[in-house]
């Protein structure tokens, strides 16, 4: 079958070449993938940013397809369905935390940027019939990260002001259409003027350009009081003014660290304004659930930057590592 490939080669980590079909195990379904979707880590990982790289491993953590055959042990009622993959392998029995054998899809076991995959069949879940292969693709890592960290640890409610940066990325683009959907007022970032423009035709409120000298100026001034949450996956020199957009109490849930590591942050700020710095990542399997029924009752679809053909997979993730998306990177794999 054909996958994308990542290799310890230094001269260029990714290659696409023909790997052997996997052999189901007990309690596993073979997914044709028809569609499958970049992450940042998926860019971490051709670097070599990403910690327990293993090689060779077929990257991605995004995919939707058809199951062609279960294993004995699997319910066979999914063959020829069209599914989604949940990319968490053993979150684990505490909704809070995950556990200490968790990984994600994708690496250090292989994933969806292949012609098939297997997977346990509790890792499968329908297609939402709103969206189609390519859209549905886009949906899962991102969807999911963006669920928790809007919901569970941003807290965010109707009417709440919120501020998202850097809105051309994949998690920061469904944490605004969730905000949007759940009736908080949402402000963005970007380093794109057109980014912006993109934004505001999706439901934000206001944006501001990350790139402008004392730029926090702009949010201090729509939310005097600050805002209930900041939903921020870029870390990086800006973070500590950020963090200073922060309402009394309010939640400034990290995701990301697209930017580097935060220059000097003004601890008295933090404790006198009661702030809560919360570290999320990904989110548990009911979550999971959760974002996609969410998903299907606003009628979301995911915004997709482009669709791209196998053989050209490796453009994008020269595009993403250039910045220049709006939204996720798709791949056709198969018909
Ligand atoms: N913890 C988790 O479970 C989890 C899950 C998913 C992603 N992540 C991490 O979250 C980050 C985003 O992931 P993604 O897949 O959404 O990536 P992505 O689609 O590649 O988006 C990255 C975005 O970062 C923004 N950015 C770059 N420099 C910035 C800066 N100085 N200030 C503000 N924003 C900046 C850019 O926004 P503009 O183009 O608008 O400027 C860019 O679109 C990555 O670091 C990724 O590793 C973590």
Avoid at 240 to 254: F, I
Avoid at 278 to 292: H, L, P, R
Avoid at 299 to 313: D, G, Q, T
Wanted: some cysteine; overall charge neutral; hydrophobic content about 45%.
């Amino acid at each position: 079958m054909k996958s994308l490939v990542l290799q310890e080669d230094p001269r260029e980590k990714l290659v696409l070449k023909d790997s052997p079909r996997p052999e189901l195990k007990a309690g596993e379904a073979l997914v044709r993938i028809r569609a499958a979707a970049l992450n940042h880590r998926d860019q971490w990982c051709r670097v070599g940013m990403y910690p327990g790289l293993r090689y060779p491993s077929i990257l991605g953590s995004d995919g939707c397809g058809v199951v062609e055959e279960v294993a004995e042990g699997g319910e066979q009622a999914w063959l020829g369905q069209e599914v989604i993959l949940n990319p968490n392998v053993n979150w684990g029995s505490d909704p809070e935390f995950q556990g200490y054998n968790y990984s994600i899809l994708g690496m250090p076991t292989n994933g969806t940027l292949a012609e098939y995959i297997a997977v346990p069949v509790h890792r499968l879940h329908p297609k939402p019939t709103h969206l189609s292969a390519e859209e549905a693709a886009a949906l899962p890592l991102a969807g999911l990260t963006a669920f928790r960290a809007v919901f569970r640890k941003g807290g965010l409610k109707s009417g709440d002001l919120v501020f998202i940066t850097g809105i051309g990325g994949g998690v920061a683009l469904f944490a605004l259409q969730f905000c949007v959907a759940a009736g908080a007022k949402a402000y963005v970032s970007s380093g794109h003027e057109a980014k912006i423009e993109k934004a505001l035709a999706l439901g934000a409120a206001g944006g501001f350009l990350y790139k402008e000298e004392k730029w926090t100026k702009g949010p201090a001034k729509v939310a005097p009081l600050g805002f209930q949450a900041i939903i921020d996956g870029a870390g990086g020199p800006d973070f500590g003014e950020v963090a200073k957009m922060l309402a009394p109490a309010g939640n400034l849930v990290v995701y990301g660290t697209t930017a580097g590591n935060p220059s000097p942050i003004h601890i008295p700020r933090l404790f006198f304004s009661q702030a809560n710095i919360k570290g999320s990542t990904m989110g548990n399997d009911q979550e999971f659930a959760d974002m996609v029924a969410f998903v299907d009752a606003h009628k979301i679809k995911p915004v997709l930057s482009s669709v791209r053909p196998f053989a050209e997979a490796i453009s994008a993730f020269d595009e993403m590592a250039a910045g220049g998306q709006f939204g996720k990177l798709v791949i056709r794999v198969s018909e």
